[in-house]
């Protein structure tokens, strides 16, 4: 049985930089090129040895040492290795036989430590692939992550080497070392995975913001150095420059997966080619500590007059990776009470993180048709299609009889398991997402931790309807300036839990999405409006009959005096995965592509519903009081073709996924 113990880790920079001098070329006849190499930076680990002083490490070139010197050709490259045969010196002379011409050539150290990738039109890029696992070396860091690069406008020019990435070392004390088996440093942002280096002003930076085709490192918020430990010896970490607003966490675990989680709430900054030291960790003597509780009342409910729970549950996470998950559902809880109507209304619910525990990491993988041909033993059965989602599913019975088992309200009688609508956050880093809902009120939702937190996009769709009544049909492509008005959303794993849980599941929406191809023969009824807890009331199969009549479009003017962001509101052809036959009443939000955004129909379903569940009365006129319109995705003020280029211009840089299917209906008393 897996223990954790939570402590308070505090942290102090201590390294700072020192500059050497440059040194003048040494003119070399060709084919052979000769040139000297130093670093600027001599505080952290940037070799194959490395000498760890008080504040700071020395650095020392090794014979045999070697460097890459690339230069990027627009839809290509050419690249030369330098090798040295100086040993223990700070400043070493290399050597080449291959000649490269022109200018702008990019070196990198260790030779083998980055690759060039394609990303088509955008010509070519260095990425270095940072580990998400390292192994603990006794007095330094692992050979390969002293990662560097230089500049230079020639190929026999003296480089001076900056350091790429930023460090962490620490000891460790106490009887418990010797069975010491990993240390994982948890972020809460990205630290490891395929990295993208560039230049300014000669010097070095790398960033996430590009997704490869062909991946190396898959993208990680957290880094764990695999043991053996010694006792009273020096490790370090190596990780990407990053500013950690909300602190961090270091898990010690064992063989069995005992686990020891000291917590920092401080913020802390990782410079690049800077050297954090956290000094002695004391681990005390046993691992034989307080087992932490199953359930975690995250959100604590102060209106109201009965009981409105939310469960968040793990799924596909082992006994050490469960506080992993702890951080996972407060930063997706927290995400959905950022967005409106759940941020103000906040007080209303009961949230509840349950730690519940799986024999093995990861989900299932199907054939795309409910056939599992990779099975995992998860809790709770979480499993789908490695190109295929909608096949997404999990086992209902098994979420059920935990709740009854776990949920406190449930336990206690007050509330039974089809009024606590359930999130499974899965340890698994590939897309997906979906809901299912039951007709007598129940859901469970199925989100993974897609590309470990790295950024993806999604966009609005490519054609939309010409003709808003039923009459007729024809589309035509969304063009570029109405995307351009609308925004252009790039998100993370967390919009898909916004989506699939406060849309689908929680409140109740459907999608409102279509696709060109996709189209009902006529206009009818949507059958989720006659379910006994009603269903897609945001979307209507009548132009001339929608949901949102009476509340909205019978007052448009009213509401359009109180807010210029209510002339939004409308009837428009589109949603529930049809081009055809379906109405919704905003042209964007969140149940299109995920944006931090319900429109304003959907603001009043979800406050019905949040204030229904909690036994109160809603009211039109408190609701309008207290409404916040604002859609974040928007482009505020500036407008211009400039602004609207470096938006699409970032757009580009990340990866767009498809939509995920629509909810699974599912017909249950």
């Known amino acids: 049985m897996m223990k954790r113990l939570s402590l308070c880790l505090a942290a102090a920079l201590l390294a700072a930089a ?28 940037t070799r194959s040895r490395l000498e760890l002083g008080e504040s700071v490490a020395n650095v020392l070139w090794t014979a045999g040492d070697s460097f890459k010197m690339i230069q990027m050709t627009g839809t290509g490259y050419r690249s030369a290795t330098y090798t040295t045969e100086d040993d223990g010196v700070d400043k070493a002379t290399f050597t080449t036989n291959k000649t490269l011409d022109g200018a702008d050539f990019t070196s990198t150290y260790p030779a083998s430590a980055c690759r060039v990738g394609r990303r088509g039109e955008m010509g070519c890029y260095l990425i270095t692939p940072i580990p998400s696992q390292q192994k603990a070396v006794a007095g330094g860091l692992e050979e390969g992550l002293n990662r560097a690069a230089a500049w230079s406008d020639r190929q026999d020019a003296d480089l001076h080497f900056h350091n790429l990435l930023s460090f962490i070392r620490f000891r460790v004390d106490g009887a418990s070392v010797s069975s010491l088996s990993s240390v994982t440093f948890e972020a809460g942002t990205t630290v490891a995975g395929d990295a993208t280096v560039w230049f300014e002003d000669g010097i070095p930076h790398i960033d996430f913001s590009k997704k490869w085709n062909t991946v190396t490192v898959e993208r990680s918020t957290s880094i764990t150095l695999n043991g053996p430990f010694v006792e009273g010896q020096e490790y370090c970490i190596a990780l990407a420059p990053t500013y950690l607003k909300d602190g961090f966490t270091m898990t010690f675990r064992d063989e069995p997966g005992n686990e020891l989680v000291m917590e920092s709430s401080k913020s802390l900054l990782l410079s690049r080619s800077r050297m954090v030291d956290f000094g002695t960790i004391h681990l005390g003597d046993s691992w034989d500590i307080e087992e932490p509780a199953e359930v975690i009342e995250y959100v604590h409910q102060r209106k109201g007059n009965r009981k409105n729970v939310i469960a968040v549950c793990a799924d596909g996470f082992k006994w050490g990776e469960l506080f992993r998950f702890e951080k996972l559902a407060k930063d997706a809880v927290d995400y959905l009470f950022s967005v409106e109507p759940y941020k103000s209304y906040k007080d209303y619910f009961t949230v509840y993180i349950f730690r519940s525990c799986s024999n093995e990491s990861g989900a299932g993988v199907t054939d795309g048709d409910h056939n599992v041909i990779k099975p995992v033993d998860n809790c709770f059965g979480s499993r789908w299609g490695s190109s295929s989602y909608s096949d997404m599913e999990a086992d209902p019975d098994k979420i059920r009889r935990y709740l009854q088992a776990n949920c406190p309200e449930i336990v206690s009688g007050e509330l039974n398991y089809k009024e606590v609508p359930t999130v ?55 063009t570029d300036e109405e995307r351009d008005e609308m925004g252009r959303h790039v998100g993370d794993w967390r919009n898909v839990f916004l989506h699939e849980f406060g849309g689908h599941g929680y409140g109740r929406l459907a999608d409102e999405y279509w696709s ?77 592509d995920n944006r931090p955004y319900y429109s304003a129909w959907q603001r009043i379903l979800l406050v019905r519903h949040i204030l229904e569940k909690a036994g109160v009365v809603f009211s039109m006129e408190e609701f309008i009081a207290k409404d916040v319109t604002t859609d974040p995705i928007r482009p505020a003020g500036n407008t211009s073709s400039e602004a609207r280029r470096q938006m699409a211009a970032r757009a580009a840089l990340v990866p767009e996924m498809p939509m995920l299917p629509p909810p699974v209906l599912h017909e249950e008393d």
């Open 424 to 478: 499974l956050i899965i340890n698994d880093d590939r897309y997906g997402g979906i809901c299912h809902v039951y007709s007598n009120g129940w859901c469970y939702a199925q989100v993974p931790y897609t590309y470990s937190g790295g950024p993806i996009q999604w966009s609005f769709p490519k054609y939309q309807a010409v003709n808003i009544r039923d009459d007729s049909e024809g589309c035509r492509e969304t």
């Open 516 to 592: 060109s191809t996709t189209k009902y023969t006529e206009p009818g009824y949507v059958n989720g409006h006659f379910y006994s807890v009603p269903y897609a009331l945001n979307v209507s199969g009548f132009y001339n009959d929608v949901p949102w009549q009476e509340d909205l479009l019978d007052h448009l003017d009213e509401w359009r005096a109180r807010n210029s962001d209510y002339d939004r509101i409308s009837v428009l052809h589109g949603g529930q995965t049809s081009l055809y036959y379906r109405w919704r009443s905003e042209m964007v939000s969140c149940m299109i």
């Open 18 to 45: 020192c500059t050497k001098e440059s040194v003048q070329p040494e003119v070399i006849p060709a084919p052979v090129h000769v040139l000297q190499a130093g670093f600027m930076e001599s505080d952290p680990d």
